[in-house]
């Protein structure tokens, strides 16, 4: 099966997308929007990360009031993401042999079922902890199987010159996300406790759904029935293997990940550590929104300010520029120092992830999208937690410092390696 579709005419780069009175360059994130199914879509889906984001930020701290035991924090965080490292392959081939809308509809309804289980038990004052961790691993392993479906449909709902600008959306719902949810899910924390925070979650799944059964989408020609379950598994690494780019951007993604984003889940030991900020503090939240939303920047400008730019090209600059912030955000002690890199740091990281991702999107075939996407989400959310994991003990000997000079040092090295353009252009 052929993994390098036909290359857009050079004509595709500079064609103007007319929608009323409105033109919008080809590739951009406004080109993506103009295009009523995929605005649906990527809204509901918004609305309904908005309010998992809500819930996932409170697990943890609902977790250690109820219990005071880190250990149980730290199972409730594995029942989260753990599902998106052992499932999401199964989730890419159920992404490919199925229809992917009717998948992402049963994922969507798994997930507000549980979720409003999940509230119930929270409303007693003494919940058991082994049903809150079975739901909250439910939760987990609807989201594992149904993130492939959804990264793979988004991009076949806008037509393949729009593709930069569907991919970089895709990116900033991520990271917005994460910074409204929290917001949102602290707020009515404190007023009117964590179930029916749980409970909004669950009413959020309810937009997704809506927007799916909604629009009319395209349908792909059904694929082959005579392959084993056990051989599509293996397909997806078989990609990887035959493919030198995609071998390259999962290589790049998955060390990245394990050595360089250690940051993401050790950002309380460094605001305390190095800056002297209290995680239990508005500060903090400050300082982790500051680099969400900067991330969200850096998924945006790749379907704006760099739509008409190689994305090959961005990724090793973009490295690099991460490589140096990473350092410098190891080495500061002072809060004002972390509040200015933050976002500086945030908008770097992710101009590099949502550049990989796109060049990723173009390159594979729609057929092999659900499994070769999966990968993807394995490297990019399910190895994260095993670099914090190992981050944190190897801080315990070091210092968090070491730790992200490390990640910073490993950058350089991945910067050098990921060089998409000359593998590409074999």
Not at 11 to 30: K, N, Y
Not at 148 to 161: D, M, Q
Not at 176 to 200: C, D, E, K, N, Q
Not at 263 to 271: D, K, Q, S, W
Request: include cysteine; aromatic fraction near 10%; glycine fraction near 10%.
């Amino acid at each position: 099966m052929a993994l390098h579709p036909p290359e857009p005419a050079p004509e595709d780069a500079t064609d103007a997308l007319v929608d009323g009175d409105r033109v919008f360059a080809r590739g951009t994130a406004q080109a993506a929007l103009s295009h009523r199914t995929f605005r649906i879509v990527w809204g509901g889906t918004f609305a309904s990360n908005i309010g998992s984001w809500m819930q996932n930020v409170l697990l943890g701290a609902y977790a250690l009031r109820l219990t005071h035991s880190a250990t149980y924090v730290g199972l409730l965080f594995f029942a989260q993401l753990g599902p998106l490292l052992f499932l999401s392959n199964v989730g890419g081939v159920l992404a490919d042999l199925f229809d992917r809308r009717v998948l992402l509809l049963w994922a969507q309804a798994q997930q507000l079922v549980f979720s409003v289980v999940l509230a119930v038990v929270a409303t007693s004052d003494h919940p058991s902890r082994v049903v809150l961790f079975v739901c909250v691993l439910l939760i987990g392993i609807g989201n594992a199987l149904g993130a492939p479906a959804l990264s793979a449909i988004l991009p076949t709902l806008v037509p393949k010159a729009d593709l930069p600008g569907a991919v970089s959306l895709q990116s900033v719902q991520m990271n917005l996300s994460r910074v409204i949810g929290p917001a949102i899910g602290a707020a009515l924390y404190t007023t009117v406790g964590v179930a029916p925070v749980f409970g909004l979650n669950a009413a959020t799944y309810l937009f997704a759904i809506v927007a799916l059964v909604s629009v009319d989408y395209p349908r792909r020609p059904p694929t082959r029935t005579d392959v084993s379950l056990r051989a599509r598994l293996g397909e997806g690494f078989a990609i990887v293997r035959r493919d030198p780019l995609v071998r390259r951007l999962m290589i790049t993604l998955f060390s990245m990940s394990f050595f360089s984003l250690a940051f993401v889940g050790l950002m309380p030991v460094i605001a305390k550590v190095n800056l002297g900020i209290p995680p239990k503090s508005i500060d903090y939240g400050v300082l982790y929104g500051a680099f969400g939303l900067g991330a969200a920047f850096g998924a945006v400008s790749v379907g704006t300010w760099f739509a008409q730019i190689s994305k090959a090209r961005l990724v090793r600059p973009g490295m690099l520029a991460f490589a140096g912030l990473l350092a410098a955000f190891a080495l500061v002690r002072t809060p004002w120092a972390g509040f200015v890199l933050a976002p500086i740091l945030g908008y770097a990281y992710f101009l590099v992830i949502t550049s990989m991702s796109t060049v990723l999107q173009s390159h594979i075939d729609d057929a092999v999208r659900g499994r070769v996407i999966a990968l993807w989400i394995m490297g990019f959310g399910g190895t994260v937690p095993l670099g914090v994991l190992a981050g944190g003990l190897l801080e315990e000997v070091t210092s968090i410092t070491f730790v992200l000079l490390v990640g910073a040092v490993a950058a350089v090295v991945l910067a050098a390696y990921a060089d998409l353009e000359s593998v590409a252009a074999d």
